[in-house]
């Protein structure tokens, strides 16, 4: 998450482990950024759109998407939440591998689970 120290990325890295430790295949934007050269301690944040150039396709290639605490607060964040929800994809609790609710335009959580 950018504006976070080291842009969230020891969150990103606990989630994947814990995700993983449960079975899941995870495929990390923090992961990626770092494979491809990306250091969140020296390296100026990234746009935005540059972010998303290779996550949304990461994501549409997921079964389910898992979000950070804190989520709701991220730009990044809402909108793979958004593409997740309205592609039919499941979200996930990164901390705890559990389903969420449901999100909408109106509400933030909304009382239907998926």
Known sequence: MRGKPEQNFPAFRAAAERLRGLGHTVWSPAEYDLQHGYDPVSDPEPALVECMKH????????????????????????????V??????????????????????TNPVHQQAF
């Open 55 to 82: 996550d949304l396709p990461a994501l549409l290639a997921c079964d389910a998407v898992a979000l950070l605490p804190g989520w709701q607060h991220s730009t990044g964040a809402q909108l793979e939440a958004h």
């Open 84 to 105: 997740a929800l309205v592609c039919g994809l499941p979200l996930i609790d990164a901390t705890t591998g559990e389903r969420i609710w449901a999100v909408t335009r």
